[in-house]
């Protein structure tokens, strides 16, 4: 298993135990072989999201001790301090302030451990939370859009637009209570 694959099982891993309420301790700072460990599975490509995910699903004894490889990583912790901490729209200098580091470090380790910058993930979750809230909450799009962080409905519908390549009337044209969404 490669560097990429295993970033995208942390984070898949730390949204796995965020919707089963499963509180994200902090890792403590031994060294340990998880890297290794976790690039000596055999897994690859395409498959590796359905497979993690299946063997998620049923617990299996190889799933748990996967998972208790990554969440020794300090990716998983980042990830999870960001997924419970920065969904309010709270500046980047004051959150890595909490986590205990300078902020340039913070986006350093960031983006070593996930290869991609905290402010661009903070706003892709901060996307998926108001979609999210929409479709299984049954909130309407201005609420949503106000909940988490947007200045508008307008903002909201733009972003959706912008990541998704669908606008939000497409995007639920499938609902069959359309009308509550607006």
Known sequence: MNLESIKMLVMLQVFIDSGLGKRNEPISPEIDNSVEFLKGLPVKGRCLKSWFLRMAIDKTPEYIRISEALRRMEAYSMVSFL????GSGEKLQSLSARYGVSTCHFRRLF?????SSPKSS????????AVLAVIEDRQTITEAAMLHGYASSSHFSNAVRQSLGLSLTHLFDNSTDKKDLM
């Open 122 to 129: 903070l706003k892709d979750w901060q996307l998926a939370k």
């Open 111 to 115: 983006r070593s451990g996930l290869g």
């Open 83 to 86: 997924l419970q901490e920065g």
